[in-house]
């Protein structure tokens, strides 16, 4: 079975700074997908960003961009020019890619605080 | 645009009652799945379908079942409701193996 580790229960970043989400996964697959998800006080789950394990360059969404290390099974999250609205929870999630309706499987989660 | 839809958003249950939560995915995906949250955990996986078929399955107890309709839209049943049965439930679609897109959740109180 796949297992995700979030080894980072909580941090806290300055606004306009830069900070790293870390996750480690373990999987004997070779097709997979990774994801990080943002979970605000509203408790909804946004999609922040993914990335396909047979893609060699790391995935990047506007502010925010990964450190995908396949052999080290390395995926930490960085947050550029940290926002206000960027204090959540944050989950790292792994996907296997063989077949359609495969589950997420979650980390522990990371609580990100914004100081102003 | 459209997003996956959950009804009801509340819901409050004594013991040994039973609930349903209804699912709308996005239109056009065809894999509905179901996560429960307890309180301060991440979502554990319960139960997917594909083209109406379940097609994964997780730590879903027995008194649950799910199933996905022809209009794909989704009901997961829990019956015998117990006090630690309390939690948020979220609904999430996609389309195929792309990524899964989540629903605002049902927050499901046992008392």
């Known amino acids: 079975a796949q297992t995700v580790t979030q080894s980072q229960p909580e941090m806290s970043v300055q606004e306009a700074e830069t900070v790293t989400l870390s996750c480690t996964y373990d999987t004997s697959e070779s097709d997979y997908y990774l994801f990080w998800y943002k979970q605000p006080p509203s408790r909804q789950m946004i999609l922040v960003i993914r990335q396909e394990a047979y893609k060699q360059q790391n995935a990047t969404e506007n502010r925010f961009s990964v450190n995908f290390q396949k052999a080290a099974k390395s995926f930490s999250l960085k947050i550029s020019d940290s926002q206000l609205g960027d204090a959540a929870m944050y989950f790292c999630a792994y996907r296997s890619g063989e077949t359609s309706g495969s589950r997420l499987t979650f980390g522990e989660g990371t609580q990100l605080t914004v100081n102003p | 645009a459209a997003g996956v839809i959950q009804s009801p958003r509340h819901l409050i249950k004594e013991k040994r009652e039973t609930a349903t939560l209804k699912c709308y995915p996005i239109?056009?995906?065809?894999?509905v799945y179901w996560y429960q949250q307890g309180p301060g955990q991440d979502p554990q996986f319960l139960i997917s379908?594909?083209?109406?078929?379940?097609?994964d399955k997780g730590s879903i107890p027995d008194r649950f079942s799910a199933q996905q309709f022809s209009d794909y839209h989704s009901e997961l049943n829990m019956s015998s409701l117990e006090l630690g049965d309390s939690a948020l439930y979220f609904c999430?679609?996609?389309?195929?193996?792309?990524?899964?897109?989540f629903g605002p959740g049902t927050r499901l109180t046992v008392l």
């Open positions: 999430a679609s996609s389309s195929s193996t792309r990524e899964q897109y």
């Open positions: 239109p056009r995906h065809d894999t």
């Open positions: 379908f594909y083209e109406k078929m379940q097609s």
